[in-house]
């Protein structure tokens, strides 16, 4: 099994930056990818982005260009750098972790809201 804890959510202005990081613990050799997904209220949940252990990365198309996602191998860490917020970036971000077995670990979701 593996664990996993959201952190660096926060309030921000438009044009602002933000930069969660995601604590992976337990089995972490089983993880194939780290993704970050986030749900806005009366939406579906949509891809942000994905790093998997061949380093290969998924980027969803409204955040191309603004947001970075990277790990921290040494730390069981995965980081998503975000720039140039937009209002529509507000949402909950969740860490999700898809193991080589095939199942899911989710964190308990990080809020971000993109306001002046």
């Known amino acids: 099994q593996v664990q996993l804890v959201e952190s660096g959510g926060g309030l921000v202005q438009p044009g602002g930056s933000l930069r969660l990081t995601c604590a992976a613990s337990g089995s972490t050799a089983s993880i194939y990818a780290v993704t970050w997904y986030r749900q806005a209220p009366g939406k579906e949940r949509e891809l942000v982005a994905r790093f998997r252990i061949d380093r290969q990365i998924t980027y969803g198309d409204s955040v191309k260009g603004r947001f970075t996602i990277s790990r921290n191998n040494a730390y069981n860490r995965y980081y998503l750098q975000m720039n140039s917020l937009k209002p529509e970036d507000t949402a909950v971000y969740y860490c999700?972790?898809?193991?080589?077995?095939?199942?899911?670990?989710w964190g308990q979701g990080a809020q971000v809201t993109v306001s002046s």
């Open positions: 999700n972790a898809r193991l080589k077995s095939g199942s899911d670990s």
